[in-house]
């Protein structure tokens, strides 16, 4: 999913959700980002504290390549983003 992208489809949920990545049907807490010359990387972690979607849409902010591609390292591997699903409490990107 491209950054421009995925800023429109975050703009209009709740803040304090949770961030989480789902991986062999593990939560892992989404607790960082980086920037590389052609990804923002989500970095997932089974240590740290979860980031809010605040949190994270105010780091994304930051980044004005909107043509980038999101995606999230995990477990020393990337995945490509191309979703996500809302429970109460937590958004789980897939």
């Known amino acids: 999913m491209r950054l421009v992208d995925f800023k429109l489809s975050?703009?209009?949920l709740k803040s304090d959700f949770n961030t989480f990545f789902e991986s062999k049907n593990k939560l892992l807490p989404i607790s960082s980002i980086k920037k590389t010359s052609q990804n923002i990387v989500l970095i997932s972690s089974t240590t740290d504290k979860p980031l809010t979607l605040g949190q994270l849409k105010k780091l994304?902010?930051?980044f004005s390549d909107e043509r980038l591609v999101v995606s999230?390292?995990?477990e020393n591997q990337t995945h490509l983003i191309f979703g996500y699903r809302l429970t109460q409490v937590q958004i789980i990107f897939s």
Do not use: P, R, Y
């Open 10 to 12: 975050l703009a209009d």
């Open 60 to 62: 994304l902010s930051s």
């Open 72 to 74: 999230v390292a995990s």
